[in-house]
């Protein structure tokens, strides 16, 4: 199999001799470009992550953490994963010891 580099809109990808994305560079295409719900979710995801934990530092008693939190909010693509991020900023990222 010969490898070649291309230009993508967004970067120099590694093809093969097809020209399509070689190995897993086409579901790291997948992810960056969004085009999927599933690349969605996972954005969502990442973003979910880094708001939970700005949420987390912001409980710890860490200061300037709000444009790091509005900033991962704003982001959140989906529906559900902004439903998700309005019931992490209104529960203690704690209370689940409380159960």
């Given amino acids: 199999m010969h490898l070649a580099l291309r230009h993508s809109p ?9 020209g399509e994305p070689a190995g897993g560079t086409s579901a790291v ?16 995801a990442d973003r979910l992550e880094c708001l939970m934990q700005a949420v987390e530092y912001r409980e710890a008693g860490y200061q ?5 939190i509005e900033s991962s909010r704003n982001q959140i693509q989906t529906a559900f ?3 998700l991020a309005d019931a992490a900023l209104q529960v203690s990222p704690l209370a689940w010891r409380d159960r």
């Fill in 64 to 68: 300037r953490v709000g444009g790091w």
């Fill in 29 to 44: 295409l997948e992810y960056e470009t969004a085009e999927t719900i599933e690349a969605r979710c996972a954005k969502d």
């Fill in 10 to 18: 967004t970067r120099w990808v590694s093809s093969n001799d097809s």
């Fill in 81 to 83: 994963g902004r439903r």
